[in-house]
């Protein structure tokens, strides 16, 4: 009877591993097939799971989701459905690929180079937020910091230059349905493309619009 007892066991421990590799094959090949439709690279992907197994979904194919702008790696909450019934696995996305690191020390408030990065490979999920993945994501990025040799480059270390400064004139062209007017005024404040900036017209009106990548203030009417 006890030897009855240990083979029912041994078929049921056997029955849970066969489940939990087939659902962390479901999550990898989920996983992968998101990184194909964003176009962001990875050279490798696993997933591991954090929940319980006696929380996991019933079925055996269930369809997951991402609820909400979720990171594209790391600890994640994954919806998993079975018809009507769902349920949230945690998850970590573990990827391996290239980033940007400094090569040298930037000083606070200089213009990078490609001198100034270089490529580096390792786990994409163990770098601060927003790290960068490609170069031309901070070219010509002005540093807002003093980035150390080997340092993980983020986004939030550097910003775009500005392409109109407070003070220079520009070129304000407002259009609508069927119809653009041109007109001149001078700029109130500093920012790069398709950020917001004030402009002071000509005739003392102010208005707001958004900088084109030619230096010209949009307005859309």
Known sequence: MRGLTLFLMGLGMMAMNASAADLTAQLNQFFKTRYG?????ADTLSVVVRTPQAQWPACEAPQFSLPGNSRMWGNMSVAANCGQNRRYLQVQVQVEGDYLVAAR???RGTALTVDDVKVQHGRLDTLPARA???AADVADG???RDIMPGQ????MMVRQPWRVKAGDNVNVIASGDGFNVASEGRAMNNATVAQAVRVRLNSGQIVSGKIGSDGNILITL
């Open 105 to 107: 020390q930037v000083i």
């Open 132 to 134: 960068v993945i490609n």
């Open 142 to 144: 002005i540093a807002l």
């Open 152 to 155: 993980p480059l983020t986004m």
């Open 37 to 41: 439709e964003t176009g962001q690279g």
